[in-house]
């Protein structure tokens, strides 16, 4: 083909902001490294991904996972010195070894933003992590994190058992080093709250702060997934964290929205978060 200007590629002038993601990988794209891909394509930044564990799961339950590869974790991190890295997302961490290999990826960005989703079980029930893994986060990883995601029955076990409400279990988190936490409470609503709403609470050692959202219908797949990646890349993008989690979280809900059943037979089974719904090729005739 000819070199000719007007059929020459066009590449971008503005530099795009990296998150690298560590995560598993589900091969439905309701969750895992895929949905992070594109939640944070969606928000403005470009995504490194490097997978921590493959599993083998529908959008309802996970049947089994198997770590990745520690060693090869480090070198793929290693071989993406040509970008500039500006936030990093953690997902599911299925073993000590690879939990050691994302804490050395970690340090290999000082001062960068680091998003936790603490993946610990299944929507289906199935056990994602261990007593023995949770401890070694809470030591190894926690202090390294600016803002935890986790929902309320995630906070409760990281928490243990020594606090019986969210703002203890919170404040036990930020004692061990954790910069924020921000509580979704989507599948186990506060007690005495209305039910037809959703309501996230944001703390801090210096701020608390509270979003309500109208509750949608039906069961979703990869919410907490969409929630942090969207976050990391809003910081990524320079976003002060307050506002990056109002605006993660109103991109979040619009992919709940906008989610998708894949089999339409089966109505009660778990949706999926449309994260690309805003692109020209979901045209509304896939809209029910």
């Known amino acids: ?15 795009l902001p990296a998150v690298v ?12 490294l895929v949905a ?12 490194l991904t490097i997978p921590t564990a ?66 610990l079980k299944a929507g289906g029930g199935r ?9 070694a986060f809470r030591e190894r990883l926690l202090p390294r994190v600016d803002i935890l995601t986790p929902n309320r029955l995630e906070l409760a076990r990281l928490a243990g058992d020594d606090q019986d409400n969210d703002t203890d279990r919170a404040i036990a988190l930020l004692s061990l080093g954790c910069q924020a936490v921000l509580v979704t409470a989507t599948d186990d609503p506060l007690p005495g709250s209305d039910r037809r709403q959703v309501i996230h609470t944001l703390h801090t050692p210096d701020e608390g702060r509270q979003w309500h959202w109208p509750r949608l219908p039906g069961r979703f797949h990869g919410s907490g997934c969409t929630l942090a990646a969207a976050l990391a890349s809003r910081l990524a993008c320079g976003e002060r964290l307050l506002p990056a ?26 949706a999926l978060p449309r994260r690309l719904w805003r692109h020209p090729a979901w045209s509304d005739r896939y809209d029910d």
């Open 54 to 119: 493959l599993t083998v799961q529908n959008s309802t339950d996970v049947s089994a996972v198997t770590p990745c590869d520690p060693d090869t974790m480090r070198a793929m991190a290693a071989a993406l010195d040509e970008f500039s890295v500006a936030a990093i997302k953690v997902g599911l961490v299925a073993s000590l070894e690879t939990l050691d290999a994302v804490v050395d990826i970690v340090r290999r960005f000082p001062g960068v933003p680091l998003v936790m989703d603490p993946v």
């Open 1 to 15: 083909m000819a070199s000719d200007a007007t059929h020459s590629p066009r590449v971008a002038s503005r530099q």
């Open 127 to 135: 056990e994602l992590s261990s007593l023995e893994l949770r401890d």
């Open 245 to 270: 989690c109002e605006q993660a979280q109103a991109y979040t809900w619009e992919t709940l929205e906008h989610g998708w059943l894949p089999d339409l037979q089966h109505r009660g089974g778990q």
């Open 36 to 47: 992070d891909a594109e939640a944070i394509s969606a928000c403005g930044a470009w995504p």
């Open 21 to 32: 993601v560590l995560a598993g990988h589900d091969p439905t794209g309701g969750a895992g």
